[in-house]
C-alpha cells in the first residue's frame, strides 16, 4: 500500500502494473473466448475456465479486463475519467470536447443571446447601460435616511441594486469568457505573423 500510494503522488508515475497481463498469449485468449461466446455476451459473468478448458495457461484473473474501453459508450456520455498521479484519488472527470459552459447552464441567469451566431453587441451595451444606472440608484439609496422601526422588515432599496449589479456584472464576464477562443486564436496570428517579419528581417540580414 506504502508502494501504490508513493506511485500516486509520484509526478511521473510508472505505468499500471496490470499493463504485464498484455502479452500474445492473453490477448489469443481473450479473442478466442469472445467469438466463443458471442460479441454481446458479459465476459465478467461467464467462466472462462469452462469455455476455454481446451486451452493452456488460462491466467486465474477475468480476461476481460484486457478489452479495449467501449468509445461508443465514452461517446455518448460525452466524458471520460482519467486516472492521473496529479489528480484527486487518481481520477479526474474529462470532457471528450472541450465546451465554455454559458451562464444559463451555470444556473445564472443570462441576459445576452445564447447563439453565438447572434450579434451580442446590443444585448451587452444594453447590460453596460443598466449596470450605470443601478451604479447610480445604489448611490442614492446609500444617501437616503436609516430606515425607521416600522420599515425595518423591508428589504433596503440598495440590497436589490446590489443583487442586480452582481447579475449584470456576471453576464458581463461570461460573455467576455465566451470570446475567449476567438482571442487566442488571434493572439496566435499576431504571434505567427511576428515569427514570419523576425525570420523576413534575418535571411534580409543574411544576404546583407
Known amino acids: 500500500m506504502d508502494d501504490e500510494e508513493t ?4 509526478p511521473f508515475p510508472s505505468p499500471p502494473s ?14 478466442l473466448l469472445r467469438e466463443r461466446v458471442g460479441e454481446d455476451a458479459d465476459l465478467y459473468s461467464i467462466n472462462q475456465y469452462e469455455v476455454l478448458s481446451d486451452q493452456t495457461d488460462v491466467p486465474d484473473w477475468p480476461l476481460a479486463q484486457l478489452e479495449k474501453p467501449r468509445v461508443d459508450w465514452i ?18 472527470l474529462d470532457q471528450i470536447k472541450e465546451k465554455i459552459p454559458s451562464l444559463s447552464e451555470l444556473g445564472g441567469h443570462q441576459l445576452y443571446p445564447a447563439d453565438p451566431s447572434v450579434d451580442r453587441r ?8 443598466s449596470m450605470l444606472v443601478t451604479y447610480s440608484k445604489l ?5 437616503l435616511p436609516p430606515p425607521t422601526a416600522s420599515s425595518a422588515d423591508i428589504e433596503p432599496e440598495w440590497k436589490r441594486h446590489v443583487e442586480w449589479i452582481n447579475v449584470l456584472a456576471q453576464n458581463i464576464m461570461a460573455a467576455a469568457n465566451d470570446l475567449r477562443p476567438v482571442q487566442a486564436r488571434n493572439n496566435l496570428e499576431l504571434m505567427m505573423r511576428r515569427q514570419l517579419e523576425l525570420r523576413r528581417e534575418e535571411t534580409q540580414s543574411i544576404h546583407a
Open 7 to 10: 506511485e500516486l503522488r509520484n
Open 18 to 31: 496490470h499493463y504485464t497481463r498484455y502479452t500474445d498469449h492473453n490477448l489469443r485468449l481473450l479473442k
Open 75 to 92: 461517446l455518448e456520455e460525452g466524458h471520460y475519467t482519467r486516472y492521473h498521479a496529479l489528480t484527486v484519488l487518481g481520477a479526474r
Open 122 to 129: 446590443p444585448a451587452l451595451r444594453s447590460i453596460l447601460r
Open 139 to 143: 448611490l442614492d439609496a446609500l444617501l
